[in-house]
């Protein structure tokens, strides 16, 4: 189980209370040319960002796949 911290505020969220902030967008690796030269993780991953009360965007790497465990 992963918990995602806001660098903003430094709050905690584990999956469950992620997934309740408001989504932004998610970045595939055909998505991220301009934020990242190469994609680092797994073609069936995707970033996701979601916003965080203090406005910061908290990301986590979603796979595609629900199968498939990072
Ligand atoms: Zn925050």
Redesign the pocket.
């Known amino acids: 189980m992963s918990t995602h911290e ?1 660098r ?2 430094n ?1 905690r969220y584990d999956a469950v209370s992620w997934r309740s902030l408001p989504f932004v967008e998610a970045l595939g690796p055909d998505e991220s040319r301009d934020v990242f030269t190469e994609w680092p993780w797994s073609r069936d991953s995707t970033l996701e960002l979601r916003r ?5 965007t ?1 990301a986590s790497l979603e796979s595609r796949r629900a199968s498939h465990a990072a």
């Open positions: 806001c903003g505020c709050a965080c009360a203090c406005g910061q908290v």
